[in-house]
Nanobody, 118 residues
């Protein structure tokens, strides 16, 4: 199994920045894909960004393009989400997830709260 633990969430003013971390443990060789998702109150969980093992391929939701950057440090078994120019609509619980090369995201962290005030 893979255990994922998110950290770095908090309260920030609109226009500010936060960096989320996702530490993986266990069978970390099963983390070919790592992604970030978020869920706001009353809404379904939505995709934010993902990155493959090499770091050479990344994708982002349209709502965060140009503001968020996903990265990973495989030596540390950690993925990151750098969030800049935060907006109130970014307020949500952010979840880290991982998947094998061929497969859907099947391991999830507990989530970390991000609140953006204005």
């Amino acid at each position: 199994q893979v255990q994922l633990v998110e950290s770095g969430g908090g309260l920030v003013q609109a226009g500010g920045s936060l960096r989320l971390s996702c530490a993986a443990s266990g069978r970390t060789f099963r983390t070919y894909k790592m992604g970030w998702f978020r869920q706001a109150p009353g809404k379904e969980r939505e995709f934010v960004a993902h990155i493959i093992w090499s770091g050479g391929t990344t994708t982002y939701a349209d709502s965060v393009k140009g503001r968020f950057t996903i990265s990973r440090d495989n030596a540390k078994n950690t993925a990151y989400l750098q969030m800049n120019d935060l907006k109130p609509e970014d307020t949500a619980v952010y979840y880290c997830a991982t998947a094998e090369w061929i497969g859907v995201y099947n391991y999830w962290g507990q989530g970390t709260q991000v609140t953006v005030s204005s």
